[in-house]
């Protein structure tokens, strides 16, 4: 089974578990590490010739133009990740076409390819916050990956349906493209990506993500460039984001490379519909 691979290309410093206004007010001071992680990414993908999708920062694209163009020119499918990394559900509906809109454009501009797909920081499009997606469809993107059907103190839409499906809305259609989940003890348990990437033992994690292929149903995998940066400089912050942020970053390349090895992958574009 063909599945999608996805990165939501951002800086360390930028993830919604440690931010505030007054590191906001420093991102431009911060080391970037962006493009060394990225092109750590690319180069995996390029070994075994897999093409996936990067959810790219606006913010990073416009200082990082020549990350972009490298994506593009690698093959691989350039989406939106929004411009200033500002969750969803903190954005009222004419803040957040401004930040989609402002994001397309730059992506376009210095990829010069169309920008279909889009994800929301840290998963944010909730059931508070549906009214994004009418705006997705009018600001020309073609498909969502945002809505995780889970139970999570920053995102989720408890019982959303867990695959691949077309959204109507007001303003005309949209594909959904939700990060895959799995039933395990009468729970949907998040497989797709990030922390639960480095929580969950490698072995009992490709169990779970057969499961979803034996269902018929393509697994939608994430990851950060961050996440394969163990030497990252470390930030202050609450226990739980730190565990959330550090656990095991030393061992996420190598799981990588073996899930890469184990699993056929694609862009999320070459799954839609139609």
Request: hydrophobic share 40%; with cysteine; net charge neutral.
């Amino acid at each position: 089974m063909m599945n999608a691979i996805s990165f939501d290309i951002e800086e360390h410093f930028q993830v919604a578990a440690f931010d505030c206004a007054a590191r906001r007010r420093h991102w431009n001071t911060q080391e970037s590490r962006v493009e060394r992680n990225t092109q750590v990414i690319l180069d995996v993908l390029e070994e075994r010739g897999i093409k996936a999708t990067m959810f790219v920062l606006g913010w990073v694209a416009e200082r990082n133009k020549i990350l972009v163009k490298r994506i593009v020119d690698a093959g691989h499918e350039l989406a939106s990740h929004g411009y200033g990394h500002e969750l969803v559900t903190v954005q009222n509906p004419q803040a957040f076409r401004e930040d989609v809109s402002r994001a397309k454009k730059i992506l376009e501009d210095i990829g010069g390819k169309p920008v279909l797909g889009y994800r929301a920081p840290t998963f944010s499009i909730t059931k508070e916050t549906e009214w994004a997606l009418p705006i997705l469809v009018e600001e020309g993107y073609r498909y969502d990956s945002s809505i995780v059907p889970i139970v999570h103190d920053y995102y989720g839409i408890p019982g959303a349906n867990p695959t691949i499906h077309t959204l109507e809305t007001h303003s005309g259609p949209i594909v959904e493209a939700p990060p895959s989940t799995c039933e395990f003890a009468g729970l949907k348990i998040p497989i797709a990506g990030g922390g639960y990437f480095r929580l969950f033992p490698y072995p009992l994690l490709k169990k779970l993500l057969r499961r979803v292929e034996a269902q018929g149903h393509p697994l939608i995998m994430y990851l950060h460039p961050w996440e394969l940066d163990p030497g990252q400089p470390r930030m202050s912050g609450s226990f739980i984001s730190q565990f959330r942020h550090y656990l095991n970053l030393g061992k996420v390349h190598g799981r990588l490379t073996q899930l890469l090895q184990d699993f056929s992958f694609g862009p999320i574009c070459s799954l839609l519909p139609g």
